[in-house]
């Protein structure tokens, strides 16, 4: 069963950076993706970014320039993916969840979700 667990969220200014980390483990299948989405409150979760398993990286718009995401997957059952957030704007706050889908029968697992807030 795969386990999604994120850290690293908090509270920043305008301007500053946070890390978000995300370690799945119970990786059972190479084709997978794992990567980040923002919630707002009352809105759809957008994507901020992903990683296939080949190394394949895609962002959001919001990330564009700013973020800078990562994967470590040399274990093949427990992988990590980081999002490193430089230059953060008030627009960046919300809930960051991660998420791992494997590309074999579409199966996704989320977690719990970590709250980023931007506020001077």
């Known amino acids: 069963q795969v386990q999604v667990v994120e850290s690293g969220g908090g509270r920043v200014q305008p301007g500053g950076s946070l890390r978000l980390s995300c370690v799945v483990s119970?990786?059972?299948?190479?084709?997978?993706?794992i990567g980040w989405y923002r919630q707002l409150p009352g809105q759809e979760r957008k994507l901020v970014a992903d990683?296939?398993?080949?190394?394949?990286?895609?962002?959001?718009d919001s990330a564009k320039g700013r973020f800078t995401v990562s994967r470590d997957n040399r274990g093949f059952s427990q992988n990590t993916v980081t999002l490193q957030m430089d230059s953060l704007e008030i627009e960046a706050t919300g809930v960051y969840y991660c998420?791992?889908?494997?590309?074999?029968?579409?199966?996704?697992?989320w977690g719990q979700g970590t709250q980023v807030t931007v506020s001077s």
């Open positions: 119970g990786i059972t299948v190479t084709r997978n993706v």
């Open positions: 998420y791992f889908k494997s590309m074999w029968d579409c199966d996704e697992s």
């Open positions: 990683v296939k398993g080949g190394g394949k990286i895609r962002y959001g």
